[in-house]
């Protein structure tokens, strides 16, 4: 009976010693999902062009083209326009946006303030991604008795992978799949690999080191 007692102290003092606080296996780097992960951010740039008459002159486009410089329009961002003579500004906004290798999406997101009569929003979305607290070292590599990562654990593959997605908003929802499936255009690069001929078919180069 000594023994069995002694047996179950032990054993309940280990268990003490594997967890953290009240709730074991509380700490997030206690598991198997890396801590340090891609954080994807929108913002949302308004601008209200002049349109009484559903369009825009040649110096409203000026200024919507100066706009969309200031803020870099690139690939990732999405357009929006928004106000009761929306659909027919629609063209006259396609046309400056499409300099910069832009479609106009349809809908627009929610902003602050109703749009002015005689007035159109175009609103631009931009998401981006990063990596908050990469590099970490804040906890040396070993020891660690809590069997914890590494504080920098993911940081450089995650870091890579938010600087090189071209658009941040496919690490939240990736893109839908097409309607139609071609198949033998899915399969085409595996069979270019798999009849390519070998880089040795034709023998060893002769190579003439000899000077001429």
Known sequence: ????????????????????????YADPARGLEPVNVPVVTRTDYAFDAAAPDGSLGYAEQARLDAWYKSLGLSYGDMVFVDGPYAVDA??????????????????????????????????????????????????????????????NFACAISSNMAAMVANPGDLVHGREGEALVDGLTASKAIQSYRTAKPTGDKGLQDINTKKD
């Open 1 to 24: 009976m000594r023994k069995y007692f002694a047996l179950v102290l032990l054993a309940s003092a280990v268990a003490a010693c594997n967890t953290t606080g009240t709730q074991p």
């Open 90 to 151: 629609r063209r006259d906004v396609a046309k400056v946006t499409g300099k910069y290798g832009l479609l106009l999406s349809e809908g627009s997101p929610v902003t602050a303030g109703a749009v002015p009569p005689g007035t159109v929003r175009v609103i631009v979305s931009r998401t981006r991604a990063t990596v908050p607290g990469c590099p970490n070292w804040d906890r040396p590599a070993s020891p660690d008795h809590q069997n914890r990562t590494m504080s």
